[in-house]
């Protein structure tokens, strides 16, 4: 990067703020994937203000600028692949405002998840969005990824409680979305169009978020299921039962294992799979639900239905479900975590066809865990990419993946976006249409094309081109 450029980006931000030894930009050249990218340069901006200089400035010089928040992401999507600036939100990190009367929170992008949920819950209030990284990942990248979490399947996904975004475009323009309102319909709704647009048309520099009275109560339980697909039918027959769990989630037995060998706690692993369902609401209402959900387990086949008994125990299993993802990668050097999502009544049908890829795979270290209750599953495969002939394994697994999913009237990707690993196949899903109206908006809000370049399958060209990264 030329010198007068990061001149002009120490006097924006200050030159402690602006990294440009090999070092600090290694750090920032990766997700939680196996893509890496090294930048030119990582600049950590504090206002609204020095990121829309910023931007006017990349935009000029056609400088392409990676938006990144905790680096969490398990699609690509922070990683800088043509080069140039980072830009990390994690300095905009203040609760700006916790309004109890209309229900609703202000925030910068670089608060962390888990300390928003924090901050409403001590006050009667709640915040469902629950990324299982939610102690790391921040509200920012959740945006960008319209996250999900276990208890999406009652509450609904990030989008859901966005009720408006500040957002600088690629011009360094700040535009103001949505509202403060329970409803509002003024114009097109540009607040959906920016949730999930995986910082391609702009970077969030604060939230309006949407805030629901706390549940009064919780309980937990536990199904253990001989049959993987069994599990697949109590699902099924759970929401037939017309019950709609807060969470409803899937371990495999190999998942299991190896979440056993780190926590050692105690799990059934001779089971094919458990499901982990928690239920809420009022106290009263808590107990029938109980009913209902053990009674359409033991209907589907359950080995066991347990429930927690003490807020102890409960944390202890849900310890368990978000430890599924680092457990998992103690199995080797990288870990490639799929989101496919397919309609709930097909998740037994599609458990049944994953026991045939996991034939034809031998070798691959393969588990499956997911959110159930919403038809979002998360096979996961361990791999070295250094074994010759790995990666393009694990590729060829990830299309049949995606066909998989689409054949059963599912998605690609229900929480994690598209990113770099599945740029590929995002034609498949949106059809060519589809992906001509993507790429015009884009044009539109980003004309440049220095908004994170390379993802989605936005560039011009095939949908895919940029697939795998670029990076070094
Ligand atoms: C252990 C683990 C568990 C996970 N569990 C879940 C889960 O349950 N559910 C789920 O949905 N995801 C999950 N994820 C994926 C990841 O945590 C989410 O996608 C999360 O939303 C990423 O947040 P981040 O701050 O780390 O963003 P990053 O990874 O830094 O960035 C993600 C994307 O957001 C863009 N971005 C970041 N900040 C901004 C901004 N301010 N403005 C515009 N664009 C921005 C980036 O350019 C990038 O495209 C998990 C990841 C891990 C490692």
Redesign the pocket.
Known sequence: MRAEVLAELRAIVGPQYVLDRLEDRICYST??TWERAVPDVVVLPETTEQVSRILRLANREGIPV?????????SG??VPVRGGIVLS?TRMNRILEIDRRNLLAVVQ?GVVTGDLQQAVEAVGLFYPPD???LR???I??????N????RCFKYGVTRDYVLGLEVVLATGEVLRTGARTVKSVTGYDLTRLLVGS??TL????EATLRLIPKPEHQATLMAVFSRLEEAGEAVSRIVAAGVVPASLEIIDQTALKVVEEFLQIGLPTEAEAVLLISVDGWREAVARQVERVAGACREAGAAAVEVARTPEEEAELWRARRSL??AVTRLGPVKVGEDVAVPPAQVPEFLRRFQYLRQKYTGLPMVVYGHAGDGNLHPNVVVDPRRPGERERVEAWLAELARLALDLGGTLSG???I?TLKAPFLEWEVGPVGLQVMRAIKRALDPRGIL?PG?MGLDEGPAGEVAGGGGT
């Open positions: 997700d939680a990676t938006p990144r928040g905790a680096g969490t992401g398990l999507g922070a939100l992008p990324p299982a990284s790391v990942s921040t920012g990248g959740n945006i960008a990824e996250a999900g979490g276990p995986e910082g702009g970077v969030v520099t993802n680092p929480e994690h976006g990113g994170n993802k």
